[in-house]
Nanobody, 113 residues
């Protein structure tokens, strides 16, 4: 059974930092690209960052220079370090095995001004 479980969300003031984690199981992690997505109220889910199985990364323009995606193939984890957070980063954040329908349940990030 494929599972993805996010953690690390919370309430933070603007300018602060959070680190999201995604624990995975049930899939050959090292063979898959991973992505972090977010969905704010009333908006479509959008890609925040992705990392290939080789470690190449891609970021949405809105988070470049502030967020960093990394992966740990040994422990089947993917992380999203979020710095200089802004109120517009407020959303539910999801991890995903890219190009599949396997998603986590999401973790809420709220940034207060």
């Amino acid at each position: 059974q494929v599972q993805l479980v996010e953690s690390g969300g919370g309430l933070v003031q603007a300018g602060g930092s959070l680190r999201l984690s995604c624990a995975t199981s049930g899939i050959i992690f090292s063979a898959n690209a991973m992505g972090w997505y977010r969905q704010a109220p009333g908006k479509q889910r959008e890609l925040v960052a992705s990392i290939s199985r080789f470690g190449s990364t891609n970021y949405a323009d809105s988070v470049k220079g502030r967020f960093t995606i990394t992966r740990d193939n040994t422990n089947k984890m993917v992380y999203l370090q979020m710095n200089s957070l802004k109120p517009e980063d407020t959303a539910v954040y999801y991890c995903r095995f890219e190009k599949t329908n396997y998603w986590g349940q999401g973790t809420q990030v709220t940034v207060s001004s």
